[in-house]
């Protein structure tokens, strides 16, 4: 870590809301840089359990040499109290990507915290500007598109909306800074510059395993092996969550019109089964046996 990086996580003071996938990688991400997190969500059994795997992150990023050894980590205190959170220095939404669920949290987090305080959504797809409406000061919301694992994965998308204002920009530049993080700044849409490609790729690659084309290793094969992606669309989709895929393809097709947006059926049913991938122990893959083997 820098003298820069060190003397920017001792000025932060995080909370997070939502201790779901996202949640519980940016909390390991700044309590591996030495910034304190307060983790809110609805239930302390939620919160139990994130924090259990928030540690197992943590030993996962240490055994990976992606946080500095040279910094006392952060403070991990948890509630299911949203006035908690009132004295952070930020606040990042990491609520599932339905736009009432967002737009309770962001509403009611807005009004609980000082004006100043810098306020991030981890959305996937719902644009800056729709969610600016939600807030009390608009020009204080930026998008920030953390990677999964977010520890792991230096460069994170942000998204400016049209009424973020430069203050707003560096503060979250500032932030990004002190979690060692790369940012590419773009100007909002729906699914922004990741998802607008990743998720219709994800949802083409299982229409093909539905429609009896290729397996999902053969589909997942052929992009790593000829297209040099480093994990597949399917396995990548297990890593998401299919449950999360379908809600952010939801909002892209409600608000873009694009077809290839449009859930498919295979995807579907494995929502309606409980195969949402690694987090439930199946998806396109099983990760209950020794080896993954395809599952449909």
Not at 27 to 38: E, K, Q
Not at 135 to 146: K, Q, S, T
Not at 237 to 261: F, K
């Amino acid at each position: 870590m820098t003298d820069q990086q060190e003397q920017q996580a001792g000025r932060h003071r995080l909370a997070v809301v939502g201790a779901g996938v996202m949640g519980t990688n940016i909390s390991a991400l700044a309590l591996g840089h030495g910034v304190d997190v307060t983790l809110v969500d609805v239930e302390d059994a939620i919160l139990a359990s994130a924090g259990r795997t928030i540690r197992h992150k943590l030993k996962h990023a240490q055994l990976m040499k992606a946080l500095p050894a040279d910094r006392p980590r952060g403070t991990l205190v948890t509630t299911t109290s949203p006035a908690d959170l009132a004295d952070a220095t930020t606040v990042i939404e990491a609520v599932v990507e339905i736009a009432e669920v967002k737009r309770k949290v962001l509403t009611e987090v807005s009004e609980l915290v000082a004006p100043g305080t810098l306020l991030i959504s981890n959305t996937s797809c719902i644009p800056v500007d729709e969610m600016a409406g939600w807030v009390a000061r608009g020009d204080e919301l930026v998008g920030v598109h953390f990677m999964n694992p977010s520890y792991l994965i230096k460069m994170v998308e942000v998204i400016r909306g049209t009424a973020t204002s430069e203050a707003t920009m560096t503060a979250v530049g500032d932030l990004l800074t002190a979690l060692g993080r790369d940012a590419l700044v773009i100007n909002d849409a729906p699914g922004f510059v990741i998802n607008r490609l990743l998720h219709p790729l994800i949802n083409r690659a299982a229409m093909l395993v539905q429609d009896g084309v290729a397996t999902a290793e053969t589909v997942d094969g052929l992009l790593e092996g000829c297209l040099g992606h480093s994990t597949g669309p399917l396995r990548t989709a297990d890593l998401i969550g299919i449950d999360n895929l379908v809600d952010s393809l939801r909002v892209l097709h409600d608000r873009t019109g694009d077809p290839e947006c449009d859930p498919c059926e295979l995807m579907l049913q494995k929502v309606r089964d409980g195969d949402h991938g690694r987090k439930t122990g199946r998806g396109f893959y099983d990760y209950h046996s020794a080896t993954e083997r395809h599952t449909r």
